[in-house]
T-cell receptor
Framework: GESVGLHLPTLSVQEGDNSIINCAYS??????FIWYKQESGKGPQFIID?????DKRQGQRVTVLLNKTVKHLSLQIAATQPGDSAVYFC????????????FGRGTSLIVHP | DAGITQSPRHKVTETGTPVTLRCHQT?????MYWYRQDPGHGLRLIHY???????DKGEVSDGYSVSRSKTEDFLLTLESATSSQTSVYFC?????????FGQGTRLTVV
């Protein structure tokens, strides 16, 4: 069936480095994606979204890139900080036309001071 | 946490016993969801509701039932808990395309 999935379960970086978290999706009809951040002991929280009519969207220290040709998106975090340590999910909110959030497995970002 | 409260936050129960988890929202949103989160599996949808008394199955619904008699409450029931249902359970509501999650319930079945 249709799915979204992240490429790596764990990503370790040094504080101050840039982080890139990748996600692939299979539903070519998907037109909207959301990145969520889940800190330890909490539920996921919205970070940034992107629609399929865009290739790039920037937030405060985050950038999401969307490549519809290869059905791939990435979340880039600039100057990674210890507070960025969390599990990151890409989500495809569409499922058969109804917006039921479907999540990938998540990438655990570990930031070393 | 967008007005979502899950209860209990932690529970230990014995195999074969019934368990009900409660999700309460104060936002009056139509769509509510129950997910379970396990290592290596991410968030998997158990059941969802699109209104009072309107519910449907997700990808891992076996062994679970739900009820929604009021807009604000969405209950998840394990009729006879099994060890495979040890997990962290998250309730979510939906505002547009964005989901807002509760703090989670850690359920251990021994």
């Amino acid at each position: 069936g249709e799915s979204v999935g992240l490429h790596l379960p764990t990503l370790s970086v040094q504080e101050g480095d840039n982080s890139i978290i990748n996600c692939a999706y299979s539903n070519s009809a998907s037109d909207y994606f959301i990145w969520y951040k889940q800190e330890s002991g909490k539920g996921p929280q919205f970070i940034i979204d992107i629609r399929s009519n865009m290739d790039k969207r920037q937030g405060q220290r985050v950038t999401v890139l969307l490549n519809k040709t290869v059905k791939h998106l990435s979340l880039q975090i600039a100057a990674t900080q210890p507070g960025d340590s969390a599990v990151y999910f890409c989500a495809d909110p569409s499922r058969g036309g109804s917006y039921i959030p479907t999540f990938g497995r998540g990438t655990s970002l570990i930031v070393h001071p | 946490d967008a007005g979502i409260t899950q209860s209990p936050r932690h529970k230990v129960t014995e195999t074969g016993t019934p368990v009900t988890l409660r999700c309460h929202q104060t936002e009056n949103h139509r769509y509510m969801y129950w997910y379970r989160q396990d290592p290596g599996h991410g968030l998997r949808l158990i059941h969802y509701s699109y209104g009072v008394k309107d519910t449907d199955k997700g990808e891992v619904s076996d062994g679970y039932s739900v009820s929604r008699s009021k807009t604000e409450d969405f209950l998840l029931t394990l009729e006879s808990a099994t060890s495979s249902q040890t997990s962290v359970y998250f309730c979510a509501i939906q505002n547009g395309a964005e989901a807002f999650f509760g703090q989670g319930t850690r359920l251990t079945v021994v």
